[in-house]
């Protein structure tokens, strides 16, 4: 068998001195060379774990002959970043990883590669570097955090954080008992956020083992799924599939498919095109509406549904959603497995994974449909969407899966912040009222980094008076587990010059999530046409420079060179 970096290897003797210095012994050095990547630290849930998941994969490579190498690069939480300029860095942190681990990866002609990683930024990272680097590469997502209590989720802390700001509306009770329930274990937490979705788009893209995504953390199938992916990374290997055999344009509407069954964060809208421009592939905005408009909404999952990851996997997960989709799926993609997502999932029906773990339903006392919807029993097609209109020329995202009917159709006054922490404070104190629409610019890539605006989306949700009454157009982005009618992405962004860096308190703004449009449609309170809206603009323009952030560092560096959201926010 050809080892591929024996050649490499060879041209200077020192290699192999330096890996027998660092504990390989003489016949190491001959065998298959596996790179072993994680993200584990002590930043959060998510990666507190991650190390005892790669020693499992290390096993499952020693036991097919080759030999593993460790390297980490913790990751970073969006949940310990909120109300502060730490935000700011989280989208940043992607790019980040994605450079580290291809140095990890570039500095040693490895021979095939395994990466580790439960959240927001470290999957997508991941899959980013997997496309660059371009070596046999298997992804395993880090899993689900457990349930709290009622079945409830982290993001409790939305109401917890609304209260303690309001003088009298919470007990020191509330909020210890909170923060000693919120996270009840390691893995993602169980809603389907961004790093749910991300979990679960790494295995629809086929770079994951299926069923792998959201396994929950705390159970024996995690180990079993690393012990195995240790050993199908040296098979891989040896068949030399990389990458860019399995992530194809076809894996990429694959995914997009998965996700708007599932409901899943909007943040796939950033991370998907910023994995494919890595293979040079261009995913257009219009393919998730084209996708979107066909597919039955499956997945009953918070937030835009009841249930939580957890049961959504003991329901059969990302297979049983891809066996109900079939029709509409591109069946012969190859896959870590060796085999196209058809062999799989005829395999997976075998397995007796669908029968063997509805009985961990049954504990909740749900059934299979209670989680996973039957296709012909879909009450919508599809749980996101890409607006355009004179507010958004590039486009504008909206989970509309988790926004009520009522608000998908919008008119009403613009109430304009240049930054997250302003429109918070606002809602905050009670200044927001029923029918307007909170802007928040100067957010975008270029603006500041990207960060999400989970905080007021929060504020907004948890107050009777405003929940379901009040929009949020932002260019930032938001969580994966935001709820309400939030539209982020605007592009081209404030920091560029786009429209909504020109738009004022007053002027009256319009969306509509049907007909995929979102547009000005007024000045000062007047009604106008798109041509007086233009002209009007464009005197704003012409007198009101656009405002200038200065960063310096990391920050400095992805602010002046990130590409528009619509196409991935990377740079």
Known sequence: MEIKGRRERNLWAQFDALQMGSGWVEEDVEKLQILIEDVYGDSHPGSVHLNQIS???????????AHPAGFHITDICDGCAQGHDGMNMVLVSREAICDMVEIHAGF??????VLTSSCDKSIPAHLKAAARVNIPTIFIPGGSMRPGPDQTTSLAAGDISLRQKRKDAITPEEIRNYKLTGCPSVGACTFLGTASTMQCMAEALGMALPGSALVPATMRDLTAYARLAGQQIVRLAKQKITPSMIMTRDAFRNAIIVHSAIGGSTNAFIHLPAIARELNIDLEPELFNEINAIIPHLGNINPSGKHLTESFW???GIPMIQIMLKDYLELNVMTVTGKTL?????????SGFLERNIGYLHNYGLERDDVIIPAGSAKETGSVAVLKGNLAPEGAVVKYSACEESMRRHRGKAIVFNCEEDAHDAVVKGLINPGEIVVIRYEGPRGSGMPEMLMTTEAIVCDKK???????????????????????????????????AFIRTGDILEYDVYQKTIRI??????????????????????????LKKEYKGVLKRYTENAVSAMKGAGY
């Not at 040693?108 to 590669?113: A, L």
């Open 466 to 500: 405003l929940n379901g009454k009040v929009s949020l157009i932002t260019d930032g982005r938001f969580s994966g587990a935001t709820r309400g009618a939030a539209i982020g992405h605007v592009s081209p962004e404030a920091a560029v010059g786009g429209p909504i």
């Open 521 to 546: 449609a007024g000045l000062d309170g007047v009604l106008m046409n798109d041509e007086e809206v233009e002209e009007g603009l464009q005197r704003r323009k012409a007198a009101e420079p656009v």
């Open 342 to 350: 058809g062999e799989n999932l005829e395999e997976f029906e075998k």
């Open 55 to 65: 020693q499992q994969t290390t096993y499952g490579v020693y036991e097919e002959g």
């Open 108 to 113: 040693v002609p490895w021979d095939g590669m």
């Open 314 to 316: 003991f329901a059969g």
